[in-house]
């Protein structure tokens, strides 16, 4: 079976700059592959060259099994992309935009166009140059979806999109994968690729750090915790947690009520259960940003070698 | 399903608007100089104000022969009003088409579609040349309406001789800025080096006018392949017109090849 998309040692560099440092992926058919990592990774890169956008210093990719220099046209027909950086202007209107961007895509059935807008609350008859950023992202992800191209190549797609409309996204990107699309997205938000993704590559400075599936990225995540509990000594509550093994950098600050705070890795499970005893009055469970959960992890393993 | 020159028809669809504002300069210029010739051009005391100018100022503005009705459009509108709104224009699409569109981080998205890059710059450029040679087929039918009006003594085919000089200087102007703008990504690199090409030229025109031993300068100048040899009163100089629509050629070659081989958008 061929490999929806595939990169061998892909290098680019900017003069001396090293924006993709030897980058071997290979995602099949039919999955939900992401990429995360902090700005200035190599996301963007790697996307703009499967697009043929620029091209590679070094190393091949290949996407639906040609390269994308040769495959031209044709090739682009069958991708639908959304960039990261979505800068749409204009008087004319959103469909007639979309309309235009029809032309240059693959055949896009009729109603699909208005479907896709429907779903994603998106006002056609307005003109671009007036919409916010976040209408012009939901053109932006409708233009990508609506040829129901065979791969979905997606910048950072939920940015800027509120969180209803980030869920319907989510579920537009299951059905596509039902459908037997490949999507390749980006983002540097990781419950999005963990409800979203089958597999997902983590890219520091050019390189990939780990490639692995959401569940062992979930057994591995970071969450930070605070708490407050009330009627309850710092000593009972320090003897509960002791045993909790997931915990670390617990802080304890006494007042009218307790205040705890720390951060937990991989099973929540015996926190909460912990937490059960006393009364809590608040709780808070958050995810730390990326740079300090997922990439805290691994950036020893990548200063390593 | 598939019409044809998308990019083109969308290049335009955007524009009309500022092309109706661009025909209405057009249009403003062309009725404050044309009617005034009587008043102005063929008057007396106008002439006995210009021999009281230096000659230095005549040569290079080009007023020597504005006496007549060839001379005094050729002067005012061709080769000042006409040729200064041309060349804003000019620039100014030129510049948006290719650098623009990439620094607004749109042609990335564009390209990333079913179109090649040189579909992009021959769609873009044809759209260019199609504004501009309706603001010269537009200059040229009022120029004949008022004609008689204004009693310039107008041959029309020397009218249309003249437009296509204007047209083939703006057309180089506006291929400058799209080569250029291939060649960096950069909207000021392209409005840089389409303006100064105008400029250089008008002036390099202007110097060339002063001696009969600079007047080999006026073989590198666009303006003077245009305008030197006078195409409103003498009919067509094809030497000057072949040199202008060659240029432009060279420089839209220029521009498909060096946007094939870089990379977009960094």
Redesign the interface.
């Known amino acids: 079976m061929t490999l929806a998309l595939e990169t061998q040692a892909l290098t680019k560099r900017?003069g001396r700059r090293l924006a993709l440092d030897a980058v071997d992926l290979a995602v099949e058919p039919g999955t939900v592959f992401g990429v995360i990592g902090p700005n200035g990774a190599g996301k963007t890169t790697t996307m703009?060259l499967l697009?043929?956008?620029?091209?590679p210093t070094s190393g091949s990719a290949r996407v639906l099994g040609q390269d994308p220099r040769q495959g031209?046209?044709?090739l682009?027909?069958r991708?639908g992309?959304l960039?990261g950086?979505?800068?749409?202007?204009?008087?004319?209107t959103g469909r007639?935009l979309l309309k235009?961007?029809a032309?240059?895509?693959?055949?896009v059935a009729p109603g699909v166009v208005d479907s896709l807008a429907q779903r994603l609350d998106l006002d056609l008859s307005r003109q671009v140059r007036k919409l916010s950023k976040g209408n012009k992202q939901k053109l932006?992800v409708v233009?990508a979806f609506m040829h129901q191209p065979d791969l979905l190549v997606l910048d950072e797609p939920t940015s800027g999109l509120d969180p209803l409309v980030q869920q319907e996204f989510l579920t537009m990107v299951r059905e596509a994968k039902n459908n037997g699309q490949t999507v390749f997205l980006s983002s540097h938000v990781l419950s999005e690729i963990q409800q979203a993704a089958d597999s997902v590559a983590i890219l520091r400075a050019g390189r990939i750090v780990t490639v692995s599936d959401v569940d062992t990225l979930r057994a591995t995540a970071l969450r930070r915790v605070n708490a407050t509990i009330a009627d309850a000594t710092a000593d009972a509550v320090r003897t509960a947690f002791a045993r909790d093994q997931h915990l670390a950098e617990l802080t304890i600050t006494a007042g009218d009520s307790l205040t705890i705070a720390g951060t937990l890795e991989g099973d929540i499970d015996p926190f909460v259960k912990a937490i059960a005893a006393f009364t809590v009055v608040d709780l808070r469970v958050e995810e730390p940003d990326l740079e300090e959960s997922v990439l805290g992890l691994y950036a020893k393993e990548s200063t390593d070698d | 399903m598939t019409r044809p020159l998308p990019l083109y028809r969308r290049s335009l669809g955007e524009s009309w608007r500022s092309l109706i504002g661009w025909s209405l300069g057009f249009l403003a210029a062309l009725l404050l100089y044309v009617p005034l010739f009587s008043s102005i051009g063929g008057n007396p005391d106008m002439q006995a104000l210009l021999d009281s100018l230096p000659p230095a100022m005549i040569s290079a503005l080009g007023y020597g022969a504005i006496a007549t009705g060839a001379g005094y459009v050729s002067a005012t509108f061709y080769g000042l009003m006409g040729f200064a709104l041309s060349t804003i224009a000019a620039v100014a699409w030129s510049s948006a088409a290719i650098a623009g569109d990439e620094e607004l981080g749109s042609l990335e998205l564009t390209l990333a579609h079913g179109v090649t890059r040189t579909q992009v710059v021959l769609e873009r450029s044809a759209a260019i040349i199609t504004k501009l040679v309706w603001l010269n087929v537009l200059s040229v039918l009022v120029i004949f309406a008022l004609n008689d009006s204004a009693g310039l003594g107008l041959e029309f085919g020397n009218l249309v001789a003249v437009g296509a000089a204007l047209l083939g200087i703006s057309v180089l102007i506006a291929m400058v800025g799209i080569a250029a703008g291939a060649l960096t990504g950069r909207r000021g690199w392209a409005t840089g080096a389409a303006a100064g090409v105008a400029v250089a030229s008008y002036a390099l025109n202007a110097v060339a006018n002063q001696s009969t031993d600079l007047d080999w300068l006026h073989s590198w100048s666009p303006y003077a392949w245009a305008f030197h040899n006078a195409p409103l009163s003498d009919g067509a100089d094809w030497g000057g017109l072949g040199l202008l629509y060659g240029v432009s050629a060279v420089l839209l070659a220029t521009a498909v090849v060096a946007l094939n081989k870089r990379d977009v958008g960094i």
């Not at chain 1, 697009?51 to 091209?55: E, V």
């Not at chain 1, 950086?85 to 004319?92: A, D, T, Y």
Request: hydrophobic content about 35%.
């Open positions: 900017y703009r697009l043929d956008i620029i091209r031209g046209v044709e682009r027909r991708i992309f960039p950086e979505l800068r749409l202007e204009g008087r004319v007639a235009h961007y032309e240059i895509s693959g055949p932006g233009q």
